[in-house]
């Protein structure tokens, strides 16, 4: 609350007068950053492609404030209401697969878990300080072993673990709409 107090030009007892404590601040912040129009394409585009700009941006919204992923997995107060709206947007986009409700909310939470993932993972990626000490850590440990982990350090060198992740994403979700699609037209609905 200091910080955050000088950062605005305020005292702290002054930011007090706006927010009873920290958790009520960091809740307005969260909902603030999920407060933007909520367009993910033209209605008339199929749901998979639109569900799929919609995981975009959630992730875009990771990579912008960072501290957004820690923030959403430390809070202690209810979803507000722009929070919500997303939320309401991925399962009404689910509806439209023709996922009966109960496997439109399981679907929901695989899309945004592979987000947070994807999103924890490039926090911590390979171009840090730490992340490329992990790496040298890993091709060592690979490398003493190769017989123990052949199928990792074929990975590792095809340069798996320092290449642009984003393909990774992309081919993530593709699974898990594919595997919608798949429970649609085996009637597993």
């Known amino acids: 609350m200091q910080r955050i107090a000088r950062e605005v030009g305020l005292t702290t007892m002054a930011l007090y007068r706006?927010?009873?404590?920290?958790?009520?601040?960091?809740?307005?912040?969260?909902?603030?950053?999920?407060?933007?129009?909520?367009?993910f394409g033209r209605p008339s585009l199929p749901?998979?492609?639109r569900l799929k700009k919609w995981a975009q941006y959630c992730l875009t919204i990771y990579r912008d404030h960072r501290w957004?992923?820690?923030?959403?997995?430390?809070?202690?107060?209810?979803?507000?209401?722009?929070?919500?709206?997303?939320?309401?947007?991925?399962l009404a986009m689910l509806a439209e697969s023709g996922l009966e409700s109960?496997?439109?909310?399981?679907?929901?939470?695989?899309?945004?878990?592979?987000?947070?993932?994807?999103?924890?993972?490039?926090?911590?990626?390979?171009?840090?300080?730490?992340?490329?000490?992990?790496?040298?850590e890993l091709?060592?440990?690979?490398?003493?072993?190769?017989?123990?982990?052949?199928?990792?350090?074929?990975?590792?060198?095809?340069?798996a673990f320092s290449e642009d992740i984003a393909g990774a994403f992309d081919f993530g979700l593709d699974c898990i709409l594919d595997g919608v699609r798949a429970q649609v037209s085996n009637g597993t609905v």
């Open 18 to 39: 706006y927010f009873p404590g920290k958790a009520e601040m960091v809740a307005l912040m969260i909902d603030s950053v999920a407060d933007s129009s909520l367009h």
């Open 47 to 49: 749901w998979s492609i």
């Open 139 to 159: 091709t060592r440990t690979l490398q003493q072993e190769p017989n123990r982990y052949p199928t990792l350090l074929e990975v590792l060198r095809l340069g």
């Open 102 to 136: 109960k496997k439109r909310h399981h679907a929901f939470f695989t899309l945004i878990a592979h987000v947070r993932g994807h999103a924890t993972f490039e926090d911590a990626g390979a171009s840090s300080a730490a992340g490329k000490v992990w790496m040298r």
């Open 68 to 90: 957004f992923l820690e923030a959403t997995t430390a809070r202690q107060s209810p979803i507000g209401p722009n929070e919500l709206a997303w939320m309401e947007a991925a």
